[in-house]
T-cell receptor, first 112, second 111 residues
Framework: DAKTTQPTSMDCAEGRAANLPCNHS???????VYWYRQIHSQGPQYIIH???NNETNEMASLIITEDRKSSTLILPHATLRDTAVYYC?????????????FGKGTRLHILP | EPEVTQTPSHQVTQMGQEVILRCVPI?????FYWYRQILGQKVEFLVS????????KSEIFDDQFSVERPDGSNFTLKIRSTKLEDSAMYFC?????????FGPGTRLTVT
């Protein structure tokens, strides 16, 4: 089973920042937090990952709490194309061929 | 930007028939995976493949399933005798490091 808890769905107005929370209270010291998303009928898409420091790339920012028990994915200026299911995943990055265990994710609706 | 490709995009087959789903991973990637997603359900891991052998497989990946990397570019998933419950989207993924990149999927419909 997935080790994370996410809200089932969220709405966000177009142009605003979308903040997607994730709880991972049982995370281990060697486990990273990954975020993927799945736009309708497409394959999952990697967004970002981090261990304990905040991370930013061209798609999003990842804020991880100091105790690492929760995190927030931030899409700074959401567009309609960001409507998707967002998956927060905890996994060990030491094994490069390690599988991804997907949960149900958060269905994010970007509203025009 | 390089991407994972999959063919066909949609495959319809009769129960009991064999199907082969094809994937072309990103060229410098070393790790390959198959996942599936039954309509309305979660994405499920099937198998991982590295250095020409299976690294890990799930309970779903029984004797009816096999994977092969027949040449330097293709990665295939074979289902020997399809069942109705094999109907799903099948996603191939590849990675070089820790991020897995997924293909667009093959929709398999077993009638």
């Amino acid at each position: 089973d997935a080790k994370t808890t996410q809200p089932t769905s969220m709405d966000c107005a177009e142009g605003r920042a979308a903040n997607l929370p994730c709880n991972h209270s049982t995370i281990s010291g060697n486990e990273y937090v990954y975020w993927y998303r799945q736009i309708h009928s497409q394959g999952p898409q990697y967004i970002i990952h981090g261990l304990k420091n905040n991370e930013t790339n061209e798609m999003a920012s990842l804020i991880i709490t100091e105790d690492r028990k929760s995190s927030t994915l931030i899409l700074p200026h959401a567009t309609l194309r960001d409507t998707a299911v967002y998956y927060c995943i905890v996994r060990v990055s030491g094994n490069r061929d390690d599988k991804i265990i997907f949960g149900k994710g958060t269905r994010l609706h970007i509203l025009p | 930007e390089p991407e994972v490709t999959q063919t066909p995009s949609h495959q319809v087959t009769q129960m009991g028939q064999e199907v082969i789903l094809r994937c072309v991973p990103i060229s410098n990637h070393l790790y390959f995976y198959w996942y599936r997603q039954i309509l309305g359900q979660k994405v499920e891991f099937l198998v991982s493949f590295y250095n020409n052998e299976i690294s890990e497989k799930s309970e779903i990946f029984d004797d009816q399933f096999s994977v092969e990397r027949p040449d330097g570019s293709n990665f295939t998933l074979k289902i020997r005798s399809t069942k109705l419950e094999d109907s799903a989207m099948y996603f191939c993924a590849s990675s070089r490091s820790y991020e897995q990149y997924f293909g667009p999927g093959t929709r398999l419909t077993v009638t």
